[in-house]
């Protein structure tokens, strides 16, 4: 595999709701439950604070810590993999979701980068943060996510 050092994933979309919708879409369990994978995140979203992606039974799949908070425009927190066995032994990489009011739209830029060389999370969340956030856009546009992104069992 390559070095991933230097690799960064960026999602950018437009998203028909204001600010403070997205920022709570992607900050309470009772939205990311339906286009996150079917996890609940919790945090106190405060620097410092932890950060936890849970399924229903408790199992944890990812953690982290809040690195910065500008509310509803930034979020920045580490993202350490918790379901793979290979990648629990990389240390965290880091996700910033940066959100900008564009009119009646918002622009939600999703950064995913620090990533470990020769990174097993990489080649994932690659694959992965497209599906989620069309499931997100779609979720906050029409109020329904999309049967994509593992939530398929959500839409059952």
Request: proline fraction near 4%.
């Amino acid at each position: 595999m390559s070095d991933n050092t230097e690799s960064v994933h960026i999602y950018e979309t437009y998203i028909r709701a204001d600010p403070a919708r997205i920022w709570e879409a992607i900050t309470t369990a009772e939205f990311t439950r339906q286009y996150f994978h079917t996890t609940n995140v919790k945090s106190s979203w405060n620097v410092g604070d932890r950060v936890e992606f849970t399924y229903d039974d408790g199992t944890l799949v990812v953690e982290g810590e809040v690195l910065e908070i500008d509310r509803p425009r930034r979020l920045v927190y580490s993202w350490h993999v918790l379901y793979n066995t290979e990648a629990t032994k990389e240390r965290p990489s880091r996700v910033a979701y940066d959100i900008e009011p564009l009119g009646n739209v918002c622009r939600l830029r999703i950064t995913h980068d620090d990533f470990d060389p020769t990174s097993v999370v990489y080649p994932e969340i690659s694959q992965g943060w497209s599906a989620i956030v069309c499931s997100l856009k779609s979720l906050l546009e029409t109020g329904e996510a999309l049967t994509i992104a593992g939530n398929e069992e959500e839409a059952a």
